[in-house]
């Protein structure tokens, strides 16, 4: 399989296409964003964690009954995958009120939830990816009825599935956003990354913070927590 031309070059990715129409080949980066862009730097070797711990999170995932955009991973900071019709919106899971959230509602970050929240937002750097409730994703027609029970029904599993496997590894999943998208026989699959990045992961023991969380507060240690986060998954 060959690389070519690149397609589309993001905040901490770039994906380009290949010879073969079906597959992509997706690039992770060290760059690093936060707040909408306005705060930016690099932490060294993020690309390297994030493309061996999507690798593993993909796997595990397949492995328990859900599709994702994952074929193989092919050097330390390249993966090649399926190419999807991505839908335009984001899907964000909260097992505790923390980060934008805890914001917006005035309440204490890593306040309880009595029970786990599914959140949609518009795909929209201009826009800031703007929160969506089910009735703005219905009028706007971003996705039909059907496939918004499906996407909630599947992003469940998926936050079952990772809230389990962090558990084990003493780590509290707080939240996460994953993206979906249709693969060429139009089915619903997982695509993006499942990494440090997008997600919060607070350790059992302690309640420090283990994730992107370090950067964007600067609370030091950024890289020597993502080397350990990539640590603890890949310890079976
Ligand atoms: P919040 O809404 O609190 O900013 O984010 C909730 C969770 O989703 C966090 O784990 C955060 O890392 C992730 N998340 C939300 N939006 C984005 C995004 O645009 N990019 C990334 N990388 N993660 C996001």
């Known amino acids: 399989m060959e690389t070519r031309e690149q397609l589309y070059e993001g905040k901490a990715k770039t994906l380009y296409a290949t010879d073969d129409p079906r597959l992509l080949v997706q690039h992770f980066k060290d760059d690093a964003t936060a707040f909408n862009a306005q705060k930016r730097g690099t932490i060294h070797d993020k690309g390297v964690v994030n493309n061996r711990m999507s690798e593993y999170l993909f796997r595990y995932?397949?492995?328990?009954?859900?599709?994702?955009?994952?074929?193989?991973?092919?050097?330390?900071?390249?993966?090649?995958?399926?190419?999807?019709?991505?839908?335009?919106?984001?899907?964000i899971v909260r097992n505790r009120i923390a980060g934008s959230l805890a914001k917006r509602l005035g309440v204490?970050?890593?306040?309880?939830?009595?029970?786990?929240i599914i959140e949609f937002s518009l795909k929209s750097d201009e826009l800031g990816d703007p929160l969506l409730t089910d009735d703005h994703i219905l009028a706007l027609g971003l996705v039909e009825a059907a496939e918004l029970a499906q996407v909630k029904e599947v992003t469940?599993?998926?936050?079952?599935?990772?809230?389990?496997?962090?558990?084990?590894?003493g780590l509290e999943l707080i939240d996460f956003k994953i993206e979906l998208g249709h693969d060429a026989d139009g089915r619903l699959t997982l695509g993006d990354e499942i990494c440090p990045d997008t997600m919060r992961l607070w350790d059992m023991a302690t309640g420090e913070k283990k994730d992107k969380d370090r950067f964007r507060h600067d609370l030091g240690d950024v890289e020597e927590t993502y080397q350990e986060v990539l640590a603890r998954v890949l310890a079976d």
């Not at 204490?108 to 786990?116: D, L, P, V």
């Not at 469940?156 to 590894?169: H, K, P, Q, S, V």
């Open 108 to 116: 204490a970050e890593g306040t309880a939830a009595k029970q786990r």
């Open 156 to 169: 469940g599993r998926i936050a079952d599935l990772l809230t389990a496997f962090f558990a084990e590894r």
């Open 61 to 91: 995932l397949e492995e328990h009954g859900i599709h994702t955009h994952f074929v193989e991973r092919t050097d330390d900071r390249r993966m090649v995958v399926q190419r999807l019709t991505m839908l335009p919106i984001e899907v």
